[in-house]
């Protein structure tokens, strides 16, 4: 058995540094370094007083130390892991860039809907982007056998919308999961099923993302 320095030093560099980013920047909150709402994602702050790190930060914080959180952030280690250590093997700028395609896909979203109403109004789309990773390990390991909480086996394909239906039963808010399948699914079909079909792979990784 490794130990958790061993374990942590095999994680694979994208999935390690997103997860680690999260456990921080909660933690962080945690010891009350700083106040949630000024990482949130605020185009009016963004573009009157230039707060540009309100672009990215929002999507480090996955909520307070509790279940969802770290459900959220075993879903990182897991199947973020899983990815990057399967299709996007020695593919690391390629499991970055897609991660950067899904949060710019949500701020255009964002943009797009421009309503302070929640949940498209909510100003921490983290939950959204983890949730891609879930979309898109069920698409890449479709018929991989999953034991949901060791009750429910089911196949890779259905991991989503399985985890979609306990948040409608639990009560829990359905629109980040649901975000996180689109641009999942966008992405997903631009990478590999429009190319199969014939189409033009049109989003390559760009020069710029690889080290």
Known sequence: MSTPGEYYRSLPPVSKTYGMACLMTTGALYLQLYKPWTIALSYELVFKLFQVWRIITHFFFLGPFSFPFAFRLIIIAKYGVSLERGPFDKRAADYLWMLIFGAISLLVIKTATATPIPPLGSPFMGPSLVFMIVYIWGREFPNARINLYGVVSLKGFYLPW??????????????????????????????????????????????????
């Open 162 to 211: 399985a985890m979609l239906a306990l948040d409608l039963i639990f009560g829990d808010p359905l629109m980040p999961d649901i975000l996180g399948m689109v641009v999942g699914h966008l992405y997903y079909f631009l990478t590999v099923l429009h190319p199969l079909s014939g189409g033009k792979f049109i989003l390559k990784t760009p020069l710029w993302v690889y080290p």
